[in-house]
Nanobody, 115 residues
């Protein structure tokens, strides 16, 4: 069983930065991908960025140039560095891990950007 624990959310002013962390525990050896998704009130969950265990990344157009995803395979941890934050980035951010066809989600962390 895989467990994901996110941290690093909070309240920040527009233009500010935050770094989210997602620590994975359990069996995650082998090919896998970790990602960050956001869900704003009343909206569907959507991809922010993802990264494979080999370092291949993918970003939503809305965050390209502002957000950076990375991971430390030795620590089984993924990070999302968010810069130039906008009020539109306000949402609950969820970590996701996909491995061997199984999908795991974290509990989510709130990010609120004030104008």
């Amino acid at each position: 069983q895989v467990q994901l624990v996110e941290s690093g959310g909070g309240l920040v002013q527009a233009g500010g930065s935050l770094r989210l962390s997602c620590a994975a525990s359990g069996s995650i050896r082998g090919n896998n991908a970790m990602g960050w998704y956001l869900q704003a009130p009343g909206k569907q969950r959507e991809l922010v960025a993802s990264i494979t265990n080999t370092g291949r990344t993918n970003y939503a157009d809305s965050v390209k140039g502002r957000f950076t995803i990375s991971r430390d395979n030795g620590k089984n941890t993924a990070y999302l560095r968010m810069a130039s934050l906008k009020p539109a980035d306000t949402a609950v951010y969820y970590c996701r891990l996909v491995r061997s066809g199984n999908v795991y989600w974290g509990q989510g962390t709130q990010v609120t950007v004030s104008s």
